[in-house]
T-cell receptor, first 117, second 111 residues
Framework: DADVTQTPRNRITKTGKRIMLECSQTKGHDRMYWYRQDPGLGLQLIYYSFDVKDINKGEISDGYSVSRQAQAKFSLSLESAIPNQTALYFC????????????????FGDGTRLSIL | GQQVMQIPQYQHVQEGEDFTTYCNSSTTLSNIQWYKQRPGGHPVFLIQLVKSGEVKKQKRLTFQFGEAKKNSSLHITATQTTDVGTYFCADTPNTGNQFYFGTGTSLTVIP
């Protein structure tokens, strides 16, 4: 969705460097997520945030940190990048869960392809 | 953590053939969402299933939720080249805090 913007789209960097991936959204959604995608492994959740003051670890948070600077902005940092963090990274948003059992769909950005040499 | 497995991992079909991908879990699934990711693209939401035994259709796509809520399937009738991509299922536990994505099925349609 053009409403979820990720920068940069591609990045090549060296082992040990600090990297920040940024995500901004104009959908007005409260919930934001960071995923990484590796071939054959699907999408794995790194961190998620339900509002500016709420940050939660996902399945694979080791080696990553996040910052929710505003409702519309959620950034992912790799403090000291290592080669096995080479992957495609997606930011996603969803609206607040309504009452009942239905859950809101997730809206993804175009992704950041990160290569660590 | 919760594991959601999809089979097959890859599927090649001739255009016009049918295609099915299965999503299986060792635990009871609360809600299933299906997404499609075109090559080079990002996942796009297709549909959500909530009730045991639920069946939903979108044109040539049929989505089912198992009676025991431990599996789900996506069936495409008479595939077209526009169906190419990777199909993911995703489960949300009852707390609704996280989405657990399946490993995906990559569909190739041969013209």
């Amino acid at each position: 969705d053009a409403d979820v913007t990720q920068t940069p789209r591609n990045r090549i960097t060296k082992t040990g460097k600090r990297i920040m991936l940024e995500c901004s959204q104009t959908k007005g959604h409260d919930r934001m997520y960071w995923y990484r995608q590796d071939p054959g492994l699907g999408l794995q959740l790194i961190y998620y945030s339900f509002d500016v003051k709420d940050i939660n670890k996902g399945e694979i948070s080791d080696g990553y940190s996040v910052s929710r600077q505003a409702q519309a902005k959620f950034s992912l940092s790799l403090e000291s990048a290592i080669p096995n963090q080479t992957a495609l990274y997606f930011c996603a948003t969803s609206d607040r869960k309504p009452r009942g059992t239905d859950y809101q769909p997730q809206h993804f950005g175009d992704g950041t392809r990160l290569s660590i040499l | 953590g919760q594991q959601v497995m999809q089979i097959p991992q890859y599927q090649h079909v001739q255009e016009g053939e049918d295609f099915t991908t299965y999503c299986n879990s060792s635990t009871t699934l609360s809600n299933i969402q299906w997404y499609k990711q075109r090559p080079g693209g990002h996942p796009v939401f297709l549909i959500q299933l909530v009730k045991s035994g639920e069946v939903k259709k979108q044109k040539r796509l049929t989505f089912q939720f198992g009676e025991a809520k431990k599996n789900s399937s996506l069936h495409i009738t008479a595939t077209q080249t526009t169906d190419v991509g990777t199909y993911f299922c995703a489960d949300t536990p009852n707390t609704g805090n996280q989405f657990y994505f399946g490993t995906g099925t990559s569909l190739t349609v041969i013209p």
